[in-house]
């Protein structure tokens, strides 16, 4: 039996890579703001609050308002590994995220 458990990282400690990452490719932290609200349902105030919190990633995925069902369409390569083929939901969730900034950054969003 396994006792490794999984540590994720604070939403709060990436979301500054994530608006950096924008921001190198010419884009804006409104533009990622918006990605999360479309993927997630946060409005800007309740983003903030998770900001603050320190929250998880996996209860920031957990109390998202409403998780886009569109979301399932993303498709595509993420750190070397198939988005439609992870099957841990958290991290699919995770990567969706990831893919959508890469995609912003990449003037494709």
Not at 69 to 78: D, H, N, T, Y
Not at 82 to 88: A, D, K, S, V
């Amino acid at each position: 039996m396994s006792t490794t458990t999984k540590r994720f990282y604070s939403f709060a400690s990436v979301y500054p890579l994530y608006v950096a990452k924008a921001e190198r490719k010419g884009r804006t932290k409104s533009e990622v703001d918006a990605l999360i609200g479309w993927l997630t349902g946060y409005s800007q105030h309740a983003l903030e609050e998770q900001l603050k919190k320190q929250t998880d990633f996996e209860t920031f995925f957990s109390e998202a308002p409403r998780l886009n069902p569109s979301r399932a369409l993303i498709k595509g390569v993420i750190c070397g590994v198939r988005i439609e083929n992870i099957q841990e939901p958290l991290m699919r969730e995770i990567r969706y995220l990831d893919k959508l900034v890469d995609e912003l950054a990449k003037g494709k969003t």
